[in-house]
């Protein structure tokens, strides 16, 4: 089992920057693949960001690329997503999640665990 806790969501306008953190525990953090979602109202969950368990292994969608970073610190069984230059339409609940596979992993359904979400509003 791994419980995830995402953290540092709030209300920013736009332009501004954020940067959200999931602490894990449970079983060995480094073992896990890491991803951020995002849920806006009415949609479906959006991927926005995964890591390898090493964090040498990225992957960013164009919609967010180029403004978005993820990192990871095993030592400190943390996830953090690094967003600039935000967006109204970067509104959203935050999800950071685990999955016990060794490779980068952008879809939902190789999730393993879930965090409670984190909420971030970007005004404009």
């Known amino acids: 089992q791994v419980q995830l806790v995402e953290s540092g969501g709030g209300l920013v306008q736009a332009g501004g920057s954020l940067t959200l953190s999931c602490a894990a525990s449970?079983?060995?953090?480094?073992?896990?693949?890491m991803g951020w979602f995002r849920q806006a109202p009415g949609k479906e969950r959006e991927f926005v960001a995964a890591i390898n368990w090493s964090g040498t292994r990225t992957a960013i969608p164009d919609s967010v690329k180029g403004r978005f970073t993820i990192s990871r610190d095993n030592a400190k069984n943390t996830v953090y997503l690094q967003m600039n230059k935000l967006k109204p339409e970067d509104t959203a609940v935050y999800y950071c999640?685990?999955?016990?596979?060794?490779?980068?992993?952008?879809?939902?359904?190789?999730?393993?665990?879930w965090g409670q979400g984190t909420q971030v509003t970007v005004s404009s």
């Open positions: 999640a685990a999955a016990q596979v060794s490779g980068v992993v952008i879809t939902t359904r190789q999730y393993n665990y």
């Open positions: 449970g079983q060995t953090f480094s073992s896990y693949a």
